[in-house]
Every structure is written in C-alpha cells, then in structure tokens.
C-alpha cells in the first residue's frame, strides 16, 4: 500500500488519528508511507514486511517490542506456520503480554493462559478475508483486550 488507487479507508484513519499509539507490523512498500502513516499523529511503532523496498528494511527492524499501557507487545510480520503459531510466537517474545503480525492479511485472534497472538487483517488489501479490516488494543484497568474492526 499505496498500489494504483489503494489507500487507507477514511474510517481507518479516523481511528488511528484517535489512537494513543499506532502499531503497524509491516508491508509499507515504500517510506513515503510510513511518513504518511506517522502524520497521522500518534507514535508510530513499525516493523518491515516481506514487500517493503531497501530504504523501509534499513529505516525498521525486523521484529520489534513496545511497552504501551503497562503492557508489553511483540511485533512480527511473518509468523511462520499456521501449526503451533502461538507457542512459536510466545517463544520469540518471552517478556510480551501479547504478539501482533501480518503478512497473511488474514484476522486471527488466539489467546492462552493469557498471552494473546493477533493479526488485525488489512484494510486495504484484504485477500481471501471477509472484509478490510484493522485491529484496536484496549488496556481498561490492566486487562488487554482486541477488537477486530471492518473499515471497507
């Protein structure tokens, strides 16, 4: 994103420019869009995705952990293997509360004992999803909680 026409749906944009923080697990393509995405006015906290071009590998990291609220999210794009995914991630961020990744476009929410693994699906190129759609992390008196919210 962008490619040809594609852009962020306005009722995703409304809600990240509400947001007190936004986490984005890669696919950019380009920096110009992480400048456009960091505009919006929250912190921006980002990985690089499979698709994103030299100058977005070299300006993020590949995996990244980000204390917001009093809890602690691990950020991936690629999380391998549908198989054992939440103990594979829960074993590449020992210290996180929760893991958020991409690359599949696909929404998926697990939890267990806890520890909570999400990918918010996209909302500009949703793929075999249902619809657009975009995560929103709620901390309400020390309890993490994920909503899945459609945007087109």
């Known amino acids: 994103m962008p490619r040809g026409s594609r852009r962020l749906p306005e009722a995703c944009v409304a809600r990240l420019a509400a947001a007190d923080a936004i986490l984005h697990c890669g696919d950019f393509a380009r920096v110009e869009v992480i400048e456009a995405i960091a505009a919006i006015g929250p912190p921006l906290h980002a990985i690089h995705g499979n698709v994103d071009d030299d100058a977005v590998r070299t300006r993020l990291t590949e995996r990244l952990e980000v204390e917001l609220g009093g809890k602690r999210f691990g950020l991936v794009h690629d999380p391998g293997s549908r198989r054992h995914r939440l103990e594979r991630l829960r074993g590449w961020f020992p210290d996180a509360d929760a893991v958020l990744f991409g690359h599949t476009h696909l929404p998926e929410h697990d939890e267990h004992e806890g520890f909570q693994i999400f990918n918010?699906?996209?909302?500009?190129?949703?793929?075999?999803?249902?619809?657009?759609?975009?995560?929103?992390?709620?901390?309400?008196?020390?309890?993490?909680t994920f909503d899945l919210i459609a945007v087109g």
Do not use: D, K, N, V
């Open 120 to 144: 918010p699906g996209s909302p500009t190129e949703r793929r075999r999803a249902h619809a657009h759609t975009m995560g929103e992390a709620t901390i309400l008196q020390g309890r993490l």
